[in-house]
């Protein structure tokens, strides 16, 4: 067990968990009543997209869990997840999902000006602008200090040459959270920068890479010459790895936790590439769902979201298949429940220990690797269930349509597509090994693989390319 009173070091590149800023004293409850009584008084369907984001966003309700200096509530992270679900009971638009509500605004809010967070924050809560994260590249994804993107000083302007990879929504996105290398004369971890870089400009390439799953989620993206103004540089020069920690940080929690989607999870997407601001928010929003029951999301992470469900969609899976009563499904059924409510209670002891000051080192690295744990069981749990047509996928609406028909399954599809997606979640973010090894090394304090990366300047180490 990891001891809340802990000590984190605070050494470059060691982790730290900025992801909880609570300070509220307003109760859960006080605050879930005043998004209902907001909620009666603003929902308006025959508002765009824009401009219902633009109310909620400025409200506070986009991104609760943000300083109230940066569009937010200082919301606890268990919270925020109540206010997502509130706004979907009262049958509204949630937020403007996506990289930017998950990462670029808490990373902004902890190390940006406050002209910064007025500027990026602002069209990030109000679903002005989309973000995608220019972190991974060819020879740099779980040692992302290594990264060789290079951005060099023009005037007030950087000039950026590289490439990327993996990079969600990148053929989405206005803007992307991009570390480069501004000193390779120094060791890895102290000369990257981290800037707020505009993706819709010449020399940026953005190619879609199709995955199992039909879907092409991330992309490669190609850097030739373009610029980033130097006003765009968040938390400092050589400073990037400290912000890209905020980051990396919040992913883990988010997707461990349940409070984001990597891609979104909202019913419009946010930014000026989908071109869904303009369109009426009551055609986008269903029939207000039935007590318990969710939004439709038709994101291609829609298949997360239902395997963050809970045992919910298998235990119906398995009672329309007659499976329920196979003791060895059961079993795995109570398993996945318990995984569930032990994520669930590790919020709640988040939330309590950083209500008193404190907090539990590693958590979010914790939550991942449950998250990955709960993916995996989910996907050989459903194939389980589902017998051979466990081997049949769709990739498109008219598929889908007859594969529903010849399983005579609505859940059919799903599952599968569940199971292609599962590989996904326990790489994105840090695979459970990096994961494993951070709770190992700068939490438990284990002495970390022997290396010179630390005292060598960048130039001096051997690259793979
Ligand atoms: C669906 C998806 C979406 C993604 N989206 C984005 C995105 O939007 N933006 C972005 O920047 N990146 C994104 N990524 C990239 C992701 O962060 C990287 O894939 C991840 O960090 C692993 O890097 P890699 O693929 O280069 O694997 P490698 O780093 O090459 O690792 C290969 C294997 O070696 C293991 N390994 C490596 N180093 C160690 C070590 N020190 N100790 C033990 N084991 C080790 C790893 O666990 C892994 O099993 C995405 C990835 C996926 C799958």
Not at 306 to 313: D, H, N, V
Request: proline residues 6%; contains cysteine.
């Amino acid at each position: 067990m990891l001891s809340p009173s802990r000590p984190v070091p605070d050494a470059p590149g060691s982790f730290r968990d900025v992801t909880d800023t609570a300070t509220e004293t307003i109760s859960t409850d006080e605050r879930l009543s005043e998004l209902r009584s907001w909620l009666e008084n603003n929902w308006d369907p025959d508002l765009t997209v824009a401009q219902w984001w633009e109310r909620m966003g400025l409200a506070g309700w986009s991104a609760p869990g943000l300083p109230t200096n940066a569009y937010g509530k200082a919301m606890a992270r268990s919270d925020t997840v109540l206010v997502q679900q509130e706004i979907a009971k009262f049958g509204a638009m949630g937020a403007p999902a996506g990289l930017g509500l998950l990462l670029a605004a808490p990373t902004i809010a902890t190390h940006g000006s406050q002209e910064q967070i007025d500027l990026y924050v602002r069209e990030i809560v109000t679903g002005r602008k989309a973000w995608c994260q220019l972190f991974s590249e060819p020879q740099a994804g779980s040692d992302l200090a290594g990264l060789q993107t290079r951005a060099i000083k023009d005037g007030d302007e950087w000039i950026v040459n590289g490439q990327k990879v993996w990079t969600s929504g990148g053929q989405y996105a206005d803007l992307g959270m991009l570390l480069a290398r501004t000193d390779p004369d120094v060791p890895k971890h102290q000369g990257i920068s981290y800037f707020a870089f505009e993706m819709l400009q010449d020399g940026v390439d953005v190619r879609p890479l199709k995955e199992m799953t039909g879907h092409a989620l991330f992309n490669e993206v190609f850097i030739t010459d373009a610029r980033v103004a130097d006003s765009a540089l968040i938390g400092g020069l050589n400073n990037g790895w400290a912000a890209a920690n905020t980051t990396l940080a919040n992913e883990r929690a988010g997707l461990g936790s349940g409070g984001g989607n990597a891609a979104g999870g909202g019913l419009a997407q946010p930014g000026t590439v989908m071109g869904m601001l303009d369109k009426r928010v009551g055609d986008l929003v269903g029939p207000k769902p039935a007590a318990g029951g969710k939004q439709r999301s038709q994101n291609p992470l829609g298949a997360l979201g239902a395997m963050r469900g809970g045992a919910g969609m298998l235990i119906s899976l398995a009672q329309s298949r007659g499976r329920n009563k196979d003791a060895g499904v059961r079993q795995d059924l109570a398993r996945l429940h318990t995984l569930g409510e032990i994520g669930r209670f590790n919020g709640l002891r988040v939330k309590a220990v950083k209500e008193k000051g404190g907090d539990i080192p590693g958590m979010p690295n914790i939550s991942k690797l449950s998250m990955s744990q709960i993916v995996r069981l989910t996907r050989d749990l459903g194939l389980r269930i589902l017998g051979p047509a466990g081997m049949l996928h769709a990739y498109d609406a008219e598929g889908k349509a007859e594969l529903q028909q010849s399983t005579r399954d609505p859940f059919a599809g799903g599952v599968t597509e569940m199971a292609l997606f599962a590989q996904a979640p326990p790489i994105y973010g840090g695979t459970d090994q990096v994961q494993r090894n951070i709770i190992g090394e700068r939490v438990l304090g284990l002495p970390k693989e022997p290396s010179n990366d630390r005292t060598t300047p960048f130039s001096q180490l051997p690259k793979n390319a």
